[in-house]
């Protein structure tokens, strides 16, 4: 099809994502993990607020096609994520299926702490490589992230909770543009 925005033709073979799922397991190491963000990171910023029953039936369904991690949602202040403010009830709602693990994303000790009444087995923690991306997402300076990962990362041993964590704008970023590979590598060593 003709993207006309952008006066781009593209050709796209569709692949079942069972198919991509294994073809990307063989190719890639075993030490990469490829997690679905999209029920959390690609619902986050959707003005409407999606229906919980929805948000349930897109986790189902990517855990249908072999996903073995689908982050499912985050436990963010509902002021400012009010897409998100159903994660209880969603992460109640799935069919959880053998195999596939539902990690939560959390910026903080609240979260977490939210998270745990859920019963949840996984979070993910993250910061950025970007001062004002971190400012923005989680309210505080990239040092002070790391601060309270701390506390998340004790209570979530205590709990026996599995912890992923990620630097975000590692690329670029929205407020500050390019990145410094160094600055990527000096926020990923800490």
């Given at each position: 099809?003709?993207?006309?925005?952008?006066?781009?033709?593209?050709?796209?073979?569709?692949?079942?994502?069972?198919?991509?799922?294994?073809?990307?397991?063989?190719?890639?190491?075993?030490?990469?993990?490829?997690?679905?963000?999209?029920?959390?990171?690609?619902?986050?910023?959707?003005?409407?607020?999606?229906?919980?029953?929805?948000?349930?039936?897109?986790?189902?369904?990517?855990?249908?096609?072999?996903?073995?991690?689908?982050?499912?949602?985050?436990?963010?202040?509902?002021?400012?994520?009010?897409?998100?403010?159903?994660?209880?009830?969603?992460?109640?709602?799935?069919?959880?299926?053998?195999?596939?693990?539902?990690?939560?994303?959390?910026?903080?000790?609240?979260?977490?702490?939210?998270?745990?009444?859920?019963?949840?087995?996984?979070?993910g923690i993250f910061t950025a490589a970007s001062e004002?991306?971190?400012?923005?997402?989680?309210?505080?300076?990239?040092?002070?992230?790391?601060?309270?990962?701390?506390?998340?990362?004790?209570?979530?041993?205590?709990?026996?909770?599995?912890?992923?964590?990620?630097?975000?704008?590692?690329?670029?970023?929205?407020?500050?543009?390019?990145?410094?590979?160094?600055?990527?590598?000096?926020?990923?060593?800490?």
């Open positions: 099809g003709i993207n006309a925005e952008y006066g781009v033709t593209m050709q796209a073979k569709v692949i079942p994502a069972r198919e991509l799922l294994r073809t990307l397991r063989r190719g890639v190491s075993s030490f990469v993990k490829v997690v679905e963000v999209g029920p959390r990171d690609g619902l986050q910023n959707v003005k409407s607020v999606v229906p919980t029953d929805i948000k349930i039936q897109l986790i189902d369904r990517l855990s249908d096609c072999g996903f073995q991690s689908v982050e499912s949602t985050s436990f963010v202040s509902r002021k400012w994520v009010p897409q998100l403010a159903d994660s209880k009830d969603v992460l109640s709602g799935i069919t959880r299926s053998t195999g596939t693990e539902y990690p939560v994303l959390v910026p903080n000790l609240k979260g977490l702490e939210l998270a745990l009444d859920s019963n949840v087995s996984e979070i004002r991306c971190c400012k923005k997402n989680t309210n505080c300076s990239i040092a002070e992230s790391f601060e309270r990962f701390k506390l998340v990362l004790d209570l979530a041993q205590q709990h026996s909770v599995k912890v992923r964590a990620y630097v975000s704008c590692i690329a670029g970023c929205p407020y500050e543009g390019a990145i410094k590979a160094s600055k990527v590598a000096e926020v990923s060593e800490d």
